[in-house]
């Protein structure tokens, strides 16, 4: 089941149209089935949703269009330290101002491998760190197939708290990346999800008001930082949770999903 944000006034005004209809507020029944009325409210839900004006989809990139292994590195660059685990270490890592800085791309990346290798003795050449440090991004099965399906019309862009090394290694690595136009990368604006600013450059690199922008991550507080904006959310659990969201807003080429050659903006395949 799919997660849509800014619902409840969907949910109120599909109640205030049942009310006028069967005079009352309905539930489930007795043995927790959705009794007929609560399902018309569902498809009125799935109506009024479908024609919120959806102009753009936003993607985040890790754990959405490519999968993520954190142990991946932690096993490789911190599996030798005293001490704290090798996940404990990361946590502390991501919390820490170097990461912070290096994400916003106040530092670049040699001074982020130094400050890691004073940080933690790391006895390793910057070459060696930098082939680990990209090494956790693997496909997202299916993920470049459902790109190819969404309505040439809409504008497409991604938002993502990156860096440099990242960065460079997903273009190169995974097609279905590089082929976006529309990029707002936290390591060159100088902000991080889920600060409000990130998610009006995201809409203003789609040429879209934030009202009609669909944003797409797997983190509840980018969801809500997104909200906050006026954007609408989904929130990522896989590609067939969110293909069903898509056709559920009417935002797929159900049809023909590689002969569509509607001039899209923000997309090249």
Known sequence: ?????????????CKKRLKRFYGTVLNFDDNGKLCPQLAI???LSIKMRS???IK???FDVGRVLVNVDLDTVTNKLFSDIDGDTPDEVFKAIITNPLMKKYMKGLISPEQFY???????ALNISYETFTEIWTSLFSPMPGMADLLKQIDRSLQLGLLSD????HWTYLTKSFPHISQFKNM??????GIVKPNPKIYLLAAASVKTPPESCLFIDDMQ????????VGMHGIKFENVTQLTEALSEFSLLNISSTTTNKTSGTGYND
């Open 221 to 228: 507080r980018n969801i809500d930082g997104a909200n906050s």
């Open 184 to 189: 707002t990368l936290s390591f060159k604006v």
């Open 162 to 165: 990156t860096d440099p090394l």
């Open 51 to 53: 024609n919120n004006n």
């Open 114 to 120: 130094q400050g890691l290798s004073n940080l933690y």
């Open 56 to 58: 753009a989809i936003i």
């Open 1 to 13: 089941m799919y997660h849509l944000y800014k619902e409840p006034d969907i949910i109120s005004e």
């Open 41 to 43: 409210m569902k498809y």
